[in-house]
């Protein structure tokens, strides 16, 4: 049995790496493990969102959002992937900076669980003595939560003590917690070894030194957080210093999974150790009008489509017997990395609740047919009156060369030819209705495949123009205060 490593990295978007983007951010570390030792899934995309259904389905190997949203782990369903492993003799390890998953008890099921507090919200250690500063305004951010009568991203800056340096941020202090890990344990195999670094997750926090690489001429009010709105909020100049904080973030991150993946070469565990390396979600800045990855704003009333700047993921698959600076253009999907690191590693488990992912094994080996011929993304909705509630997440299908949103932003559904239109910026389904009606077929086969409830499918059955109704949908918090 080989050790399985596994490196989530929170809102890192897929064409943040390789120059694939418009406005390129410097990735170096990812690059070169990318070209020179993993194997690339281009088609990797989200299936529950946001942050703990995704990490739920990678967790269990069970599709989640037809059936439930944001919750503790042990609430989802008897699987877990550190038990399952610890059953056929792994030792595990959680090290994270991702303020949720102690929150939604995923440490309970690991032989040892480790934090970094203080990210998004989260407060360790109280100094009120301080004033808070704001450094964001109001309008130019996210309105809640609230905390003392400031938003998030100032309560943020104050909570973690308006830090400068590279070596305090949270990329360097969870990496770094990682490594040390890997000095201390390496020769104890196997081993299963979860790190998650929430950011590049806003607020954007990032040393102000590696912003100005990105955005050099800029001189008014930092953009440290997106509106969860529309991105006419913002001038020009701010949209630009709003990406250049994410972009240096990125980097940030890119350089201490960098340090991550130097420590295995060190320690030379790629003969006898999987390692994946994936993002869950990515965010808007800018696109579709929007700035954000779910619709929280009180001016802001479209629907929200998981579009391929959100739901298409990172995804590298490294060591072992896996081909070095190779890609595969097959369509894959979280519930699918637990059966696939079980094959790669050679490990065989009996989850408690079958599967529902499929193991790529084979095509990261090198064979050439398909994997799936679709994927969908999409957020669990309880919803009163027969419609998805207005401002809701609504799902994305992807097949090999559509992408379909079965509600737009304004409740019709839109098709993009993604083979030359990747971000989904050309809305194609005037005149293919008969494209359209192909696709949304199979998203309700996909729907009825995973059991969904019949309350559930009537949302999607009949859609059509007219007031949404009421209902919840998942965003990061529920509750106006934190």
């Not at 699987?79 to 900076?97: E, F, M, P, R």
């Not at 419609?387 to 299908?397: D, G, M, N, S, V």
């Given at each position: 049995m080989k050790n399985i490593i596994a490196v989530i990295t929170d809102t890192f978007r897929y064409d943040n790496l390789g120059q694939?983007?418009?406005?390129?951010?410097?990735?170096?570390?990812?690059?070169?493990?990318?070209a020179e030792r993993a194997t690339a899934i281009e088609k990797f995309y989200m299936n529950s969102f946001p942050t703990i259904p995704h990490r739920t389905d990678f967790a269990t190997g069970v599709l989640g959002w037809p059936h439930y949203g944001w919750q503790p782990i042990d609430q989802s369903g008897?699987?877990?992937?550190?038990?399952?492993?610890?059953?056929?003799?792994?030792?595990?390890?959680?090290?994270?900076?991702?303020?949720?998953?102690?929150?939604?008890?995923?440490q309970q099921g690991f032989d040892a669980a480790f934090q970094h507090r203080g990210q998004e919200g989260d407060k360790p250690l109280l100094h009120l003595n301080d004033p808070i500063e704001t450094v964001v305004p109001d309008d130019k951010t996210r309105t809640r939560p609230i905390y003392r009568g400031h938003t998030l991203v100032n309560a943020h800056r104050w909570v973690n003590r308006y830090y400068q340096y590279e070596a305090d941020t949270f990329p360097a202090k969870t990496a770094g917690t990682a490594i040390r890990w890997l000095e201390e344990n390496s020769q104890s195999d196997p081993f299963f070894l979860w790190v998650d670094l929430f950011d590049p997750h806003e607020p954007w926090d990032p040393p102000e030194y590696l912003v100005r690489r990105y955005d050099p001429d800029y001189t008014g009010t930092p953009m440290l957080h997106p509106n969860y709105g529309p991105s006419s909020a913002y001038t020009p100049a701010e949209l630009q210093n709003l990406w250049a904080h994410y972009a240096a973030e990125s980097e940030l991150v890119d350089r201490f999974i960098g340090r991550i993946l130097q420590k295995i070469d060190d320690l030379e565990l790629w003969e006898d150790?999987?390692?994946a390396v994936m993002s869950d979600h990515g965010m808007s800045l800018g696109e579709h009008g929007r700035t954000g990855k779910s619709n929280i704003h009180e001016q802001d009333n479209r629907y929200w489509p998981a579009y391929p700047e959100v739901g298409h993921e990172l995804f590298l698959i490294a060591g072992g017997d896996i081909p070095r600076g190779e890609s595969r253009d097959v369509i894959a999907q979280p519930i699918d990395i637990l059966p696939t690191l079980c094959n790669l590693a050679g490990v065989t488990v009996e989850p408690p609740k079958p599967f529902d992912g499929i193991s790529f094994a084979d095509a990261v080996l090198g064979d050439k047919s398909k994997h799936?011929?679709?994927?969908?993304?999409?957020?669990?909705?309880?919803?009163?009156?027969?419609?998805?509630?207005?401002?809701?997440?609504?799902?994305?299908?992807?097949t090999d060369r559509w992408g379909y949103a079965p509600v737009g932003p304004f409740g019709q559904p839109e098709l993009y030819d993604l083979t030359v239109d990747p971000l989904a910026a050309n809305d194609l389904a005037a005149g293919n209705a008969d494209v359209i009606k192909e696709v949304h077929e199979l998203f309700m086969a996909h729907l009825s495949d995973h059991r969904a409830p019949e309350d559930f499918l009537s949302l999607w059955e009949g859609l059509s123009e007219g007031d949404a109704g009421g209902g919840i949908w998942a965003i990061d918090y529920s509750e106006e205060t934190i």
């Open positions: 694939r983007a418009e406005r390129p951010i410097r990735t170096p570390a990812l690059d070169k493990f990318a008897p699987n877990h992937v550190a038990q399952l492993l610890g059953q056929v003799g792994y030792t595990s390890q959680l090290i994270c900076d991702c303020p949720h998953l102690f929150n939604c008890r995923f150790t999987i390692v799936r011929e679709y994927a969908v993304t999409g957020c669990h909705i309880r919803a009163q009156g027969g419609a998805p509630p207005r401002k809701a997440t609504t799902p994305f299908l992807i």
